[in-house]
Each structure stands twice: as C-alpha cells, then as structure tokens.
C-alpha cells in the first residue's frame, strides 16, 4: 500500500501545512485527514514537535467519522510488535495533558462514536462541573440527543442552550435544520433570521430563508421569498438555485387568483427575467459539449411546464 | 561644545552589555509572569450578558436585512415596558473594591513584584557599576534641565545635556526593546512594561463593565431609536438593472 508521501510526491512540511489548512478551514474530508495524519504520526512525529498534539486531536475526530477506531484508540494490546511506536491519538493525549477539558471531550466523543450515549452523558457531565461555561461539552450533549433520535429533547436542549449563549451561530443554523425537520417553519425562519443578522452578506442564508419563506405558502411569505431570492442572487450572481427559486415564487404569485393586476404583471417581468438567466446560463454553461443542447432542451421545457401549471 | 571622544572599550563593555542585560532580563520577567499568572474564571452570567448585548448591537445595526414584523418583534423582545429583557432583568451588581478582593489584590502584587521591582534593582546596580563616565550623545539637543536627570554622577557643569550615563540609557533601553519582545515572543507579552504602567494608570480595565445595568440601559435606549428601513424593498429592481452583463461575465470560466 504505496503511503500517502509517495503517491502524491510530497514531503512532511507539505502534509503538514495541509492539515493545517484543512484545520483552519474547518473542512470535513475525514478520509484524507486519517491517511495523511496516520503517515504523519507514525513516520515523522520526532519532526513535527509540538504540532503534533493538535494534530492527533485532528486526526482523532477524522478517525472517528472513519470508524477507525484502532487510530482514535487502541483496545486490545495485542499488536505490541508494531503498536510500540504506534501510540494511539487519544492515549498520547491523556498521557500528556492529563487534566485536559478539551481531551475529556475527546474521550466523550470516542464513547459516543460507540454508541456509549450514557457514558458519554456522563463525562460531558463531570467536564460541565467543572465549567460551567464549556459549550463544546454542552453542544455534544445535544449531538447525543440527536443521535438518538429524541428530535424534541433535542430542541428543548438547544433551545435552553440558546437562551444563555445568544450568540452562537453553529447552534441557531443547527437549530433551523431541527425545525426544518419537524416542520416547525415558522421557528426555523426566526432561527434563520438571526443568521441573517449576524452574516449579512451571506448569500446561502438568505437563499435557506426563502425556500422556508416559500415552503409556508400564503401569499404574504411568498413575496418574502420572492424578495430574499433576489437578495440572495444580488449577493452572489451565480446562485442557481435561487434564480429557480426567484422564478417558481415569482411564477407563483402571478398565477394565484387573488392578487392584482399591476402585482400580476410586475411578477411575471420577474419570471421571464429569470426565464432568460437561466436559459443563458444554461447555454453558457454547456458550450461545446454535446450534451448541451439535450440539457438546454430540457430546462426550456421544464420551465414551460412549470408554466403551464 | 566641542565634540568628546570615547573610549571604544566604552563601547563594549558598557552599552552592550546593558542593552543584553535589558534584554535578559525582560525575557526572564516575561516567562515568570507566564508561570505566575493564574486562571481567570469566567462566570457564566457575564458571558451570557455580554453575548445578550452583542446580539442587540446587532439587531440594530443590521435589522434592515429582516422583515419589519420579525424586527419589530425582536425590538419588543428587548425593550417592551413590562416583559422586556433589558426592562426585566436586573444584575445584582458587587462593585470589586481593589483593596478588599483577594484575587485583585494577589494579582497585582504579582505584577508589581515582577515588573516594578527589577527596574529598580537593575537601574540601582548600573547606576551603582557604571558610574562616573558618560556613555553616549543623543542626537537631539537637550535643556540644561535634563541634567540632574541623565548625567547622575558627573558633576561637570559645562558639560552639554545631550551626553548621557549610564542610567539614562537603561531606561532607553527599557522602552525602546518592545518592539523587539513583541517580534521574538508574539504580541501581548507580559515584557511589556509600558502598557502595564498604563494599565496600572487607568485603574481597574476589567473585562465587562462591572455594572450590566448600567450598560442594559444604554442599550435599551439606544434600541429605542431605532427605526426599520428595509433593506430588500427594491431588490429586484436593483437585481434587474444590474444583473444581464454579470451573471454572463460570471459563468464565463
């Protein structure tokens, strides 16, 4: 099995400030962080100095999203001809920051990994004692819920969560997907409507508010969707999904019986408008492939039907 | 006055040697008061009041990417007469006397005794060790009233106020190697003796203001004034007019 180092002709600075980026960047490619972490720690940890506790956390979590759980932590000491170098993720770690909140929680999510949920309740528990303001603790309580399926003990969690850490932007957008499943959209809109605040110029948020605005229905919600659709698009041009979106709310509008007729007529200049974006980008986006003109095609057609309807 | 001519052992083994032992020192100072510093406990309260009042800072600041009705809401949430958070709730507020809070008082004896105290020690022994001669010109003409100050221990009194000893130029020294702390230990390091004497200057610079009422009620007045004006009311238009040569240029890659 040629290591990572060989197939892409890197050297261990290179794999290094890799790791680091994908740190940084909060990327969730578990399956790359585990290969190129595991050749890391096993060739070159004297070099890497005191990089390499953050880097066993990293690798931690990636091995547990693999379910590698020889990495993350060995269980039986039976490999001790090859596990003498090997020291695993979290042993090294409680070896060396032995009163560490942030390596307890590491060993509550290795128990959660094995579906140890009241162990892990447990340990995130003692860590809570201790600190009372450690949200990460917090937050993987709620992931237990939510890996257990209790969507509304989850909520209620979350919800309490919510009231003392207002700011926490992870657990509102966290909050809106639980809504969203239940089907609660009011609630996941007024989640959704504080991410708006805090990220102003972030188009998928805008996007996320419309669709819940247009999944509600009435006519009221409808033109709120029209109108963050188009905001969402004036953020970022190339958000397809919300020129289709701004089409269908807009077509909408102009085929429902109650409205006038200048909103009729302003809605269906919005929706050809779209029409002709999305036909354009259609075009544009294929150009000389031959499947270009089955897909233009296709999308014509789709947006007469839609139409019609 | 005519120009004095030093000896050049002045030069070794008086100027560099100070500014080594400055150096030293100021690292030294910086790792104890790394190993002497002690945990700060943040209470729980404090960091929900301060996240509460940034989210209000937000809401009025960008509350014209919401609709007015979630607005408006929102607005109630804080600062309706009777249930209003801002209205509603009330801090019971220990103001910290310096002299009687024991973590204050510990954590300020600490920084005095790592700061001030081998300023004094250092500077009595250079100016103890190396006396009697001058070390160096500054560049810029002084008042005969620097005199006392930067020549202790010679006492020529035609001698120009721009020849300095040996304790003047500690103290340079003392100063002037912040920026070379800040570029070998990072930013914020504890050898950073002026910003802790300016610490010391303004008083109690604690995290939170000590009183959330107070600030509960400037927030409340300042949500108060606030009015909606939607940011999205023309936004179609606005995307129309703009959008057919973007969304073409955009694609093209």
Redesign the interface.
């Given at each position: 099995m040629a290591s990572v180092s060989e197939m892409y002709d890197v050297t261990w600075e290179e794999m290094r400030d890799k790791l680091r980026k994908w740190r940084e960047d909060n990327h969730r490619n578990s399956e790359q962080i585990v290969d190129v972490g595991e050749e890391l720690i096993n060739e070159h940890a004297s070099k890497l100095g005191d990089d390499i506790w953050i880097i066993y956390e990293q690798v931690m979590i990636a091995a547990l999203d693999c379910s590698r759980d020889d990495l993350a932590w060995v269980s039986s000491p039976s490999d001790m001809s090859s596990s003498s170098e090997q020291g695993t993720c979290l042993q090294e770690l409680k070896r060396q920051f032995p009163g560490s909140q942030r390596v307890k929680r590491l060993a509550g999510m290795r128990l959660e990994a094995l579906e140890k949920y009241e162990d892990a309740s447990k340990q995130y528990d003692s860590i809570l004692q201790d600190d009372p303001t450690n949200t990460a603790a917090r937050k993987r309580k709620i992931s237990i819920l939510k890996a257990q399926g209790k969507s509304a003990e989850a909520i209620r969690e979350l919800n309490e969560y919510l009231e003392q850490f207002v700011g926490d932007q992870e657990a509102w957008h966290e909050l809106s997907e639980l809504y969203i499943n239940e089907h609660d959209y009011g609630k996941a809109a007024f989640c959704l409507e504080e991410l708006m605040m805090t990220n102003p110029h972030n188009h998928l948020y805008c996007e996320q508010y419309a669709e819940v605005k247009y999944t509600q229905g009435g006519l009221e919600n409808l033109e709120l969707s029209r109108k963050y659709f188009a905001q969402a698009l004036k953020l970022n041009n190339r958000n397809m999904r919300a020129l289709f979106g701004l089409y269908m709310s807009a077509s909408h509008i102009a085929a429902s019986p109650k409205v006038n007729a200048t909103v009729k007529k302003a809605n269906v200049k919005y929706a050809t408008w779209a029409t002709n974006q999305i036909n354009r980008a259609y075009q544009l986006a294929g150009r000389g492939t031959k499947e270009n003109k089955c897909s233009v095609k296709a999308v014509e057609e789709m947006l007469e039907s839609i139409t019609m309807s | 006055m005519a120009e004095l001519l030093l000896d050049s052992s002045i030069r070794i083994w008086v100027v560099l040697p100070i500014v080594l032992i400055t150096f030293c020192v100021g690292i030294i100072r910086h790792y104890v008061t790394q190993l002497l510093q002690s945990d700060k406990k943040?209470?729980?309260e404090q960091?929900?009041d301060s996240?509460?009042l940034?989210?209000s800072r937000?809401?009025r600041e960008?509350?014209k990417?919401?609709?007015k009705q979630?607005f408006n809401m929102r607005k109630q949430y804080f600062n309706d007469a009777e249930t209003g958070f801002f209205k509603k709730v009330k801090r019971k507020v220990t103001p910290k006397n310096p002299m009687t809070d024991t973590s204050m008082l510990t954590d300020m004896m600490k920084g005095n005794l790592t700061n001030v105290l081998p300023m004094i020690v250092i500077g009595g022994w250079i100016n103890w060790a190396f006396s009697g001669f001058v070390i160096t010109k500054v560049p810029f003409p002084l008042t005969l009233r620097f005199k006392p100050m930067l020549q202790r221990g010679i006492e020529l009194l035609s001698l120009d106020a721009s020849w300095v000893s040996s304790a003047s130029w500690y103290f340079l020294n003392v100063f002037g190697l912040r920026s070379m702390y800040s570029l070998i230990l990072g930013q914020d390091n504890a050898a950073d003796q002026s910003r802790i004497m300016q610490d010391q200057m303004t008083g109690a610079a604690m995290a939170m203001p000590p009183d959330p009422n107070k600030a509960f009620k400037s927030e409340w007045e300042a949500l108060e004034i606030v009015e909606h004006k939607w940011a999205?009311e023309n936004?179609?238009e606005?995307?129309?007019s703009?959008?057919l040569n973007?969304?073409?240029l955009?694609?093209?890659d």
């Open positions: - | 943040v209470d729980l960091v929900s996240q509460v940034l989210r937000i809401l960008n509350g990417y919401i609709p979630s999205l936004v179609e606005e995307l129309m703009r959008d973007f969304c073409e955009v694609l093209h």
